[in-house]
């Protein structure tokens, strides 16, 4: 059996870091997704109780801006719904790629 040098079990063990911390920026990215998400809703919803205590007409020089931010707001919403569909496929094989990491280093350590 060839010994791993300490140059390539050093290698595996920062690539293992590098996956890990992979898995971890995925995970922080749901997370912020599915928050993103709650902060969109409730700022839909604080702007609709809002308006139901202001007459309208005075309201109408805002008016104009009502349906752009409400379609930026949906596209948003849209990309994030969609981002998050994705996200578990990327989080399993980013785990799967530490596991295989892992595997890698332990290896290369056993042949130091």
Avoid: W
Wanted: charged share 40%; hydrophobic share 40%; aromatic share 6%.
């Amino acid at each position: 059996m060839v010994r791993a040098t300490k140059d390539e079990v050093e290698a595996a063990y920062f690539t293992l870091l590098r996956a890990r911390e992979r898995v971890s920026s995925l995970q922080r990215y749901v997370e912020f997704l599915e928050r993103e998400q709650l902060r969109l809703d409730r700022f839909v919803a604080d702007g609709d109780a809002l308006d139901a205590h202001v007459d309208a007409a005075l309201r109408r020089s805002l008016r104009h801006t009502d349906r752009p931010l409400a379609q930026a707001i949906k596209s948003r919403r849209d990309v994030m719904v969609e981002e998050l569909k994705r996200l578990p496929e990327r989080l399993r094989a980013a785990e799967e790629f530490v596991n295989e990491c892992e595997e890698e280093h332990q290896r290369l350590r056993a042949r130091g």
